[in-house]
């Protein structure tokens, strides 16, 4: 598996913060993604990150409230703007393994999270 | 219509079942498929892939049928341990994924 890290683990902020959440992952690892997750729902992904290019986003997020870096192949940075309470969640990076063998898939793996709460 | 539809459950099943799940997608031109497993808090985890020819890990059984266009999962012998929730994951040629809402499993003694 691949290994991804991911800080901070959990944060509490005020509302109209930012928080910018880093992600590391292996060498193995081509394609990053940024995903949410509210409690009791499945994922959502945000932005597909890009090294050395604008994210990629997904409809419903966008680059002012979500900016994304990944000025490398192993390191990304995902930054929640000026924060509301809506934006607590868990946020997840993930990345795409290369399987390195014919006839099977490239495996996403995910970062343990990082559980945000704005008051 | 979702993309990647799951029964959300719960399953409640007592330890020693066999239960299965199935999940259907709605884009044909999906290439990979996968199971993940999310415990609660935990991120998900790759369980296995599931591949034309079907996919076998010790209790865990998952199989693909493009015509009808859905994924099942068999757990044989069910433990306490197996309670989670259960991913379903169909990846197009983007390799961009679409994960289902989750299964939920609760194995009781």
């Known amino acids: 598996s691949a290994v991804i890290s991911q800080k901070p683990s959990r944060d509490i902020c005020q509302r109209g913060t930012s928080l910018t959440i880093q992600c590391q992952v292996d060498s193995q690892v081509t394609m990053m993604f940024w995903y949410r997750q509210q409690p009791g729902q499945s994922l959502t992904l945000i932005a597909t990150?890009?090294?050395?290019?604008?994210?990629?986003?997904e409809s419903g997020f966008v680059i002012d409230k979500f900016p994304i870096s990944r000025p490398n192949l192993t390191f990304s940075t995902l930054t929640v703007s000026n924060m509301s309470p809506e934006d607590s969640s868990i946020y997840l990076c993930s990345g795409l393994r290369t399987s390195g063998r014919a006839g099977r898939w490239d495996t996403q793996y995910f970062g343990p999270g990082t559980r945000l709460t704005v008051l | 219509r979702k993309e990647v539809e799951q029964d959300p459950g719960p399953f409640n099943v007592p330890e020693g079942a066999t239960v299965a799940f199935n999940c259907t997608y709605s884009?044909?031109?999906?290439?990979?498929f996968f199971w993940y497993r999310q415990d609660c808090r935990k991120e998900p985890k790759l369980l296995m892939s599931?591949?034309?020819s079907g996919n076998e890990d010790g209790r865990f059984t998952a199989q693909l049928n493009r015509a009808s266009q859905y994924i099942s999962l068999l757990i044989r012998d069910s433990k306490l341990s197996d309670s989670a929730t259960y991913l379903c994951v169909a990846s197009g040629g983007s390799y961009i994924p679409t994960f289902g809402r989750g299964t939920s499993l609760i194995v009781h003694p």
């Open positions: 990150a890009n090294q050395g290019s604008e994210a990629t986003y």
């Open positions: 884009n044909s031109a999906s290439q990979s």
């Open positions: 599931v591949y034309s």
